[in-house]
């Protein structure tokens, strides 16, 4: 793999990566995170002065955010997400989706940080190559000494057999890293982004995925223990956000996320729009709130001016391939 393109922000770096025997793109992503304070302050939040952005920054010797490919584009097509205009070509090998990480460190030669979050959610559903994925995360545990790592396995959980293996016995099998390897230090984050289940389908570009009812009847049995199961909501205007179908779930084994919806093409072209971003992030805090009072921990999260910067997953290829053109 050779880097062909850089997007250098405030906070990190986009890297856009080309494998020449696959003739095929992938992102991967290194960055710092936003302090507590700043994420929610509307001088960062607003800001276009690197300055005003980089004084709200976490050191990296603190936080290192970093995220991976782990297919070349993506098998599914979700109306929100840039991903899908970039030719899909399978899955990577765990060689190829460890060239990343090992490629994010060298962009930092000799940092310890007290946690490395990296993401396996760049481009691609880790499911449909689980196996890879989830021998990387082994490894990351070994990998670097002074470098704490705590990985990051997002997932629609679609309704698939890979090898054999239904979408319950991967789950196990993400859960036995999790908790057997990592010590239960595995952020594993399902992406949800509406509680009614036409329009999850309909956002998940048509996908087969397990229902709020069959997650929260996967895990009541589960041992989760350090990290709770994320449900991820992007808010988009008009999707449903029902808090009464939330109640089913423990909120000792769930912590609920909120993020905007953030502008791609696609998403434009599909009439998507954002309930709320970075400049009205207070009605984003609101529903957090809301939730906060059926016990469950919620987190708010705006990046500021995202889509501006190409950070959405796909977008920056999607931009080098028409600026190649």
């Known amino acids: ?11 990190g770096n986009i890297y856009v990566l080309y494998d020449e025997q696959k003739d095929a793109y992938i992102e991967c992503t290194s960055m710092q995170d936003v302090t507590v304070e700043g994420k929610s ?3 960062v939040r607003e800001s276009l002065d690197p300055n005003v952005i980089q004084k709200h920054l976490k050191p990296i010797e603190e936080k290192w955010l970093m995220t991976v ?3 070349y584009g993506c098998a599914y097509k979700c109306m929100f997400c840039q991903v899908p205009s970039i030719p899909f070509k399978g899955n990577l090998s765990e060689e190829a989706i460890m060239k990343q990480v090992i490629f994010l460190l ?5 940092i310890k940080t007290l946690k490395a979050k990296i993401g396996f959610a760049r481009m691609g559903e880790p499911t449909l190559n689980y196996k890879n994925v989830l021998n990387v995360i082994e490894k990351l545990k070994y990998l670097k000494d002074g470098i704490r790592f705590l990985p990051c396995f997002n997932s629609i959980l679609p309704k698939i057999n890979v090898e054999g293996k239904y979408i319950y016995e991967i789950m196990d099998e993400v859960l036995r890293v999790k908790e057997e390897v ?3 230090f595995l952020h594993f984050q399902i992406s949800c982004n509406s509680t009614n289940e036409e329009e999850r389908k309909y956002l998940f570009g048509g996908a087969n995925v397990l229902t709020l009812e069959e997650i929260n009847n996967y895990f009541k049995d589960k041992k989760i223990t350090n990290r709770t199961i994320t449900l991820n909501f992007i808010m988009g205007d008009g999707w449903e956000l029902n808090y009464d179908k939330l109640k089913i779930f423990d909120p000792s084994k769930f912590t609920i996320k909120l993020i905007p919806l953030n502008q791609t093409d696609r998403g434009k072209q599909n009439g998507l729009k954002t309930y709320a971003n970075y400049s009205n992030l207070e009605k984003l805090e609101r529903k957090g709130y809301e939730l906060k009072q059926l016990g469950f921990n919620v987190v708010t999260d ?3 001016k995202c889509e501006e910067a190409g950070l959405c997953c796909g977008q920056l290829i ?3 391939l028409n600026n190649l053109k």
């Open 1 to 11: 793999m050779k880097l062909v393109h850089t997007q250098n922000l405030p906070s």
């Open 69 to 71: 490919s782990t297919q």
């Open 182 to 184: 990592h010590n239960g």
């Open 41 to 43: 302050h509307t001088e």
């Open 302 to 304: 705006a990046v500021a």
């Open 318 to 320: 999607h931009i080098y």
């Open 106 to 110: 060298s962009q930092k030669p000799g």
